[in-house]
């Protein structure tokens, strides 16, 4: 028996959801396909998406539509949408025993609720192709001679193909084996890498009381980002209280911006607790409960308005004496807790790191991509798909979207003869 490595049609680098749907694709169309990946099993990552329940895609079915939400960059990705888009990606999971399920804001979840029945769907698809996957695999960089790819070092022997595609991912949750090590190895050998970022990422704010609310969630909230005192954005949504600031799906969107911004001006988030009421209607309401809790301390007056954990912070917020009886808080005392209750101020400090990161923005530059066949413009052999790319989405399952269609572009390109 012969103990060389065998050279492969194509070596994908990075098992997550752009690797696996990039091998499987090559695979399918008769290539013989090697996947490496340093984890001792493939989507590490893909399992802890949607927190466990895995936001698989957006249910926008217009492509003009979809890439808008991408920003600058989106245009790029409509040839791989057109290859492969949201009803190519639905259909290939409910074609794979994965029932999908669309619900608020358009995400499309499987209806198991299980990550891991999307993970275990490409894991099919790479068997059904015969693929060979090799785990615990570190790789340690790329060989290069002119204009090909020659080979990936590992701590074994090295491993050759034709044809590469490289997924290694970003560099944020890097305990999940995407830790950036893929920009490294492009440097190296001459690709661009646009400056890497942390991106839908928690805020972190100055304001000490927060940790009182820590854990809350708030459904129906209207959150706006200010720069210097003038408006920038609103998101409405849901917002989380952390130990150290906001998270939740509305402050990640926001958090691009953040970090767009945060060298360039004092930013403050406001929170609109009650978006649905104008300031006179609230002030109405208020009055309203004042009137019902009128034999109430203050302090004792707030819980129809407002959810337990936010009514300590906000009776210091409000310099209304806790004890004083509702029906004593004078006209203009309301009217400062209606303020804050329509606009409750917070100080941006900065964004957490990578390590709480849902992606990472940057990476390799498109320019030197070509998004008809996802090949890189440098190298002949060699192809990119997934968050490697300096692309990215909001949430709401825009980010795997990428990754299954530049991954099945990928691997269609790389396959082809
Ligand atoms: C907590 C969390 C929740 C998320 N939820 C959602 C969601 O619900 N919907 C959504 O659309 N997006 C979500 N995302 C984003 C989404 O998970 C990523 O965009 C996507 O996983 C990127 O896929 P990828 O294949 O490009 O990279 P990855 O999934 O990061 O895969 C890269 C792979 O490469 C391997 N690798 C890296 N370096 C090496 C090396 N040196 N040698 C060998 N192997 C290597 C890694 O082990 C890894 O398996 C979430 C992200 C996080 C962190």
């Given at each position: ?196 970022r942390p991106?839908?990422v928690p805020v972190r704010v100055k ?37 150290f600031g ?9 958090s691009?911006?953040v970090g767009?911004?945060l060298s360039?001006?004092?930013l ?79 100080t941006v400090i900065g964004l957490s790191g ?64």
């Amino acid at each position: 028996m012969s103990n060389s490595n065998p050279r492969f049609d194509v070596a994908v680098i990075g098992g997550g959801a752009a690797g696996m749907m990039a091998a499987g694709r090559a695979a399918e169309r008769g290539a013989s396909v090697v996947l490496l990946d340093k984890n001792n099993q493939l989507g590490v990552k893909l399992l802890i998406t949607g927190k466990g329940r895995c936001n698989i895609t957006q249910a926008e079915f217009d492509n003009q539509q979809l890439i808008e939400q991408y920003g600058r960059q989106g245009r790029f990705l409509l040839p791989s949408l057109s290859s492969f888009g949201v009803r190519e990606a639905i259909n290939f999971f409910e074609g794979s025993r994965v029932p999908v399920k669309i619900e608020r804001g358009q995400r499309v979840f499987p209806v198991s609720d299980r990550a891991a029945d999307v993970r275990n769907a490409l894991v099919r698809y790479l068997e059904k192709g015969g693929v060979t996957v090799r785990l615990n695999t570190v790789v340690q960089g790329i060989n290069h001679q002119e204009d090909r790819i020659t080979a990936v070092k590992t701590a074994g022997k090295p491993i050759t193909a034709e044809k590469y595609i490289l997924c290694s991912g970003g560099q944020s949750y890097p305990a999940t084996g995407s830790d950036g090590q893929g920009f490294a190895w492009l440097r190296e050998i001459g690709h661009q890498v646009i400056s890497l970022r942390p991106g839908l990422v928690p805020v972190r704010v100055k304001e000490d009381w927060v940790k009182d609310a820590q854990g809350l969630s708030l459904k129906n909230v209207e959150v706006s980002l200010y720069k210097d005192g003038h408006k920038i954005e609103t998101r409405f949504g849901e917002a989380l209280f952390t130990h150290f600031g906001l998270s939740g799906p509305i402050i990640l969107d926001l958090s691009k911006r953040v970090g767009e911004l945060l060298s360039s001006g004092k930013l403050q988030l406001f929170i609109d607790l009650k978006p649905a009421l104008s300031f006179e209607q609230l002030d109405d309401r208020v009055q309203r409960d004042f009137l019902k809790y009128r034999n109430r301390e203050f302090k004792n007056s707030l819980t129809d308005l407002l959810p337990r954990a936010l009514i300590q912070p906000l009776i210091e917020l409000s310099g209304i004496m806790p004890e004083k009886q509702a029906n004593s808080v004078s006209r203009a005392e309301r009217h400062r807790l209606v303020r804050l209750l329509k606009g409750l101020e917070l100080t941006v400090i900065g964004l957490s790191g990578y390590d709480k990161a849902i992606i990472t923005c940057g990476g390799v530059d498109l320019k030197e991509v070509n998004p008809r066949t996802m090949g890189s413009r440098l190298y002949s052999n060699l192809y990119f798909a997934g968050e490697i790319l300096d692309i990215d989405g909001p949430t709401g399952g825009y980010n795997l979207q990428m990754c299954w269609s530049t991954g099945f572009l990928a691997g269609e390109s790389a396959s082809a003869s």
